[in-house]
């Protein structure tokens, strides 16, 4: 019998076929190089109904096997409201993205939406849409989201330590 997750973490971003698909399966690729893939639950979605069903932007695909990572099974799709109680950690691509989920957000999941590169602050605060430019813009993206899922997976980790009611016992 398969132990349910305990951790859920959902990306966000605007169609959800660039950024959000790229840093969900870069975090699942580092989950499983951590051996916490069967503990934590990753997912992405778009703040927007532009691209539901589609897979993600071939160039973003084309990015992550070149190292080592497929992101072929994932379809895009809308944030919906039972994500807020669904996710344990629901991680914005931009200040546009991190507005609108707090206006979606009902007031006792606010805690959980925060933005993604608050995980790798070196980079700023916003992670740049490819989708316009060229590839050099999905070697950035990729960059940012190797940084924040080394620090993700470190956080998950402690989480996932954590005893569930604050108190440690033997």
Same mark, same amino acid.
């Given at each position: 019998? #398969?132990?349910?997750? %305990?951790f859920?973490?959902l990306?966000?971003? #605007?169609?959800?076929?660039?950024?959000?698909? #790229?840093?969900? &399966?870069?975090l699942?690729h +580092?989950?499983?190089? +951590?051996? %916490?893939?069967?503990? /934590?639950? /990753?997912d992405?979605a =778009?703040?927007?109904?532009?691209? *539901? &069903?589609?897979?993600?932007?071939p160039?973003s695909? @084309?990015?992550?096997?070149?190292? =080592?990572v !497929?992101?072929g099974? $994932?379809?895009?799709?809308?944030? #919906?409201?039972?994500?807020?109680?669904?996710? !344990?950690? *629901?991680? +914005?691509?931009?200040?546009?993205?991190?507005?609108? %989920?707090?206006?979606?957000?009902?007031?006792?999941?606010?805690?959980?939406?925060? $933005?993604? $590169?608050d995980?790798?602050?070196?980079?700023?605060?916003?992670?740049? !849409?490819?989708?316009?430019? =060229?590839?050099? &813009?999905?070697e @950035?993206?990729?960059?940012?989201?190797?940084?924040?899922?080394? +620090?993700?997976?470190e956080?998950?980790?402690?989480?996932?330590?954590?005893?569930?009611? &604050? *108190?440690? =016992?033997n």
């Amino acid at each position: 019998m #398969t132990t349910p997750p %305990l951790f859920s973490v959902l990306m966000v971003c #605007t169609g959800n076929i660039c950024r959000s698909p #790229t840093a969900d &399966g870069l975090l699942r690729h +580092a989950l499983v190089e +951590a051996g %916490l893939s069967e503990r /934590v639950r /990753v997912d992405s979605a =778009g703040t927007h109904d532009y691209h *539901i &069903g589609d897979p993600p932007d071939p160039r973003s695909c @084309a990015t992550a096997k070149a190292y =080592g990572v !497929d992101l072929g099974s $994932l379809r895009a799709r809308q944030v #919906t409201k039972r994500d807020f109680a669904a996710f !344990d950690l *629901i991680l +914005a691509m931009d200040e546009g993205h991190l507005a609108l %989920l707090q206006r979606a957000c009902p007031q006792q999941h606010r805690h959980k939406v925060k $933005l993604y $590169l608050d995980y790798a602050p070196q980079f700023g605060r916003i992670v740049p !849409d490819p989708y316009y430019g =060229g590839q050099d &813009g999905f070697e @950035a993206v990729w960059r940012m989201c190797e940084a924040a899922s080394r +620090a993700l997976v470190e956080e998950i980790r402690c989480r996932l330590r954590a005893p569930a009611d &604050g *108190i440690s =016992g033997n």
